[in-house]
């Protein structure tokens, strides 16, 4: 049997070794000629997979490729115009037999590869399994110089990846131990693409799963420089005789940007996860003016800076805004001052006598607060609203209920979610934590929304943690999905899907919008309000350069913001929605203007496409290009401190094309001159171009 193998086409090459086991010996990227497995001294170098095994002692017995496995069959073919490398292996310390399948197309920077696991033994096997893994990666020379593109549900794009933080994934309240992170949150499509500095060529790794609401944990931990490790991990539970078939993985090697990998994402994935079906006065609502105070999930749950973050930053309850909801209309009147007809409450439903908590804590039962007015002033005060041409969006939680509420009281218990030893997941005190697969919380949560559209007539609901809360199994032995227990984000595609139907059978423009979104949120979803800016302000220290989810996906309808005004620009270039509130109201005037922009540019820049990021000579310059079937639209923002002179490299077809300044840059016009337009830019400013012609 031959013993070393070299596959490839004419824009990379594997190399593997199957003396000992599965070994992965090269990465290379031809055109560029630099080999990709820099570093030999993790323990898992040139480990294409490991199974971490639970013994019956509680320990992981780690069985590596390269290691753990011997060969039994290898086979290298041509087949078509492809090369295919099929390889069979048995475990030497536990009764498992592999079988990897790599296959590389002729051209295309992308390889697949399958794998198979088999229990040939007589008992279950249980622990982790980690496929693909690439450890030891460095794609230039330090580590420490490389962008990371790890898609969230806003930004996702590093630079200098491992600068400063050992653990850029960890949340500053999520995660706080692991540097790891789940699919779908808070990453928001299953894809990794590792750049050099200059951000020219990469290497990614991306989950093909034609069920796309399987669970899938995605993470990326660096190590010491220069290299680090890219894995893709899930949970293994195998009974005896089981054959497990995992679902194909893309690893690319690639020349351009990060663009790249999501192109060689949406190839595949083809039209089957875009957004469908959203009204068009909600694609076309640009702004959210969301009033109750800390607690409205998403953008509206973002503290700070500083211990008066939050109450200088969302102001207090809505019975601070508002003495009866027959007032609606004058909030109505401050989201118009922002440019924005949709009003987003939360707050607005009654409390519980027994615990003391404000009305807020009290959810479950959502029956409009009595010192407001009560249900028939809630009616009175959203008909007031649409009588005056705007719409109500009220929140709902999709995955607690308080304890002490009467749904929490009678029903909690048997939909939450339950752990392998029977305990009850408690994610917030006093609350329980709800099944999203079970049929029991799926009618329940659709009940309460088709109430609140049907008797007060709402426009949409806001389902709070969906999209943004991390992956959780449950082995609740009552629920409808059991035996199968990795079921969360089934469940939460099913019941977002339910919730929207049911609500449309009453009023057929109705939206639901979560928390957060991913890409297998969109099809079922109208909208989200994404807090990544803030919630990952590790990740991004402030900077979002760039949008692999909006790119990929330019018809998702996210609403975000951050701390500054800067930071609204920021959302703004890249082609997000504003979410914004009464902490915003001394800009009000120029969120005015970026909504009327929007609007007017509607055939870009909502519905347009958006093309590869532009490259700008000034790295915290970030442009991007929007093009609709009348028009295209350029919109670029100063990142940085300082005053920025960029010259932004335009599509080869642009060239000689005339630009009128829309937004910034006064009435200023550029001309694109050896396929470049110049600006200067201040800090924080954004400029919005229109193409003349």
């Known amino acids: 049997m031959t013993q070393r193998l070299r596959l490839g086409n004419t824009e990379y090459a594997f190399a593997f070794d199957l003396t000992n086991g599965i070994r992965l010996a090269n990465l290379e990227n031809l055109r560029s000629g630099r080999g990709y497995l820099r570093d030999p001294r993790y323990a898992s170098f040139g480990n294409p997979f490991t199974i971490e095994l639970l013994g019956g002692n509680g320990c992981y017995d780690l069985l590596h490729s390269s290691r753990a496995f011997r060969v039994e069959e290898a086979q290298l073919a041509e087949e078509e115009d492809h090369q295919v490398l099929r390889v069979r292996a048995r475990c030497t310390r536990a009764p498992l037999v592999v079988s990897l399948r790599v296959e590389v197309p002729s051209t295309g920077p992308a390889s697949y590869w399958d794998l198979e696991l088999e229990n040939v033994g007589s008992e279950p096997v249980r ?39 050992p653990n850029p994934l960890v949340y500053p309240y999520y995660y706080v131990q692991e540097p790891w992170s789940t699919y779908a949150a808070p990453f928001a499509m299953p894809l990794m693409d590792l750049l050099s500095s200059d951000e020219d060529e990469g290497l990614f790794i991306a989950v093909l799963d034609p069920d796309v609401r399987r669970h899938v944990l995605v993470l990326t931990t660096i190590g010491e420089p220069p290299a680090g490790l890219m894995e893709v991990r899930r949970q293994l539970e195998l009974a005896a005789g089981e054959r497990l078939v995992l679902p194909r993985v893309a690893i690319g090697v690639h020349m351009g940007g990060w663009h790249v990998a999501v192109d060689a994402y949406r190839e595949w ?5 875009d957004p469908r079906d959203i009204p068009r006065w909600f694609r076309e609502a640009v702004a959210l003016y969301g009033v109750g105070g800390i607690g409205g999930g998403g953008a509206y749950l973002a503290y700070g800076p500083g211990p008066q973050g939050m109450v200088r930053r969302y102001r207090g309850p809505l019975d601070t805004e508002i003495s009866s909801f027959d007032e609606l209309p004058t909030l109505l009147r401050k989201a118009r001052a922002m440019g924005t007809d949709v009003l987003y409450l939360w707050d607005y439903w009654e409390g519980e006598p027994e615990t003391g908590m404000p009305p807020y804590w009290n959810k479950g039962d959502y029956v409009p607060r009595s010192d407001l007015g009560g249900p028939e002033a809630f009616r009175r005060g959203i008909g007031a609203v649409h009588s005056a041409g705007g719409r109500v969006l009220v929140y709902v939680e999709g995955f607690i209920i308080w304890k002490n509420s009467r749904l929490g009281q009678e029903r909690g218990q048997a939909m939450a979610l339950c752990d392998e030893h029977g305990a009850y997941y408690e994610e917030y005190q006093n609350n329980w934590s709800l099944c999203p697969a079970d049929e029991a919380w799926q009618q329940c949560l659709t009940d309460i929304c088709v109430r609140l559209v049907r008797d007060y007539d709402v426009d949409g609901i806001f389902l709070d943690s969906y999209g943004a809360q991390r992956h959780h199994t449950c082995y609740n032995r009552l629920h409808s999905h059991w035996p199968e227990t990795d079921i969360w984000n089934k469940g939460l595609s099913e019941i977002i899907a339910r919730v929207r139907s049911a609500i449309r059978w009453v009023k057929p423009d109705a939206v639901v919008v979560t928390e957060s979104t991913s890409d297998l949120l969109l099809p079922v979803e109208d909208g989200s309000c994404d807090g990544s800016l803030v919630w990952a302000a590790a990740y991004h220290r402030g900077q979002l350069l760039g949008s692999p989810l909006k790119y990929g996906f330019p018809g998702a309808n996210v609403f975000t913001n951050g701390y500054t005004l800067a930071h609204l620009n920021q959302v703004f270039a890249l082609g997000l929605n504003l979410a914004v509130g009464p902490a915003w109201e001394e800009h009000a005037g120029y969120i005015r203007t970026l909504v009327e922009a929007k609007r007017r540019l509607a055939d870009s820049l909502i519905y347009g496409r958006i093309l590869p990021p532009l490259h700008a000579n000034a790295p915290e310059v970030v442009a991007t290009a929007f093009e609709g079937a009348r028009s295209a639209v350029i919109a670029a923002t100063n990142t940085g401190s300082l005053e920025a002179s960029a010259a932004i490299r335009l599509p080869a077809e642009w060239e000689g094309s005339r630009w009128h300044a829309v937004v910034g840059a006064g009435d200023a016009r550029v001309t694109a001159a050896d396929g470049l337009i110049s600006l200067v830019l201040a800090p924080g400013e954004l400029q919005v171009w229109e193409r003349e012609g």
């Open 269 to 273: 994935v083809g039209d089957r996860l």
């Open 127 to 165: 622990g982790r399994l980690i496929f693909p893994r690439l450890a030891g990666v460095c794609v230039a020379e330090d580590l420490t110089a490389q962008t990371a593109c790890l898609p969230m549900q806003v930004g996702g794009i590093r630079r200098r990846f491992a600068a400063e933080d």
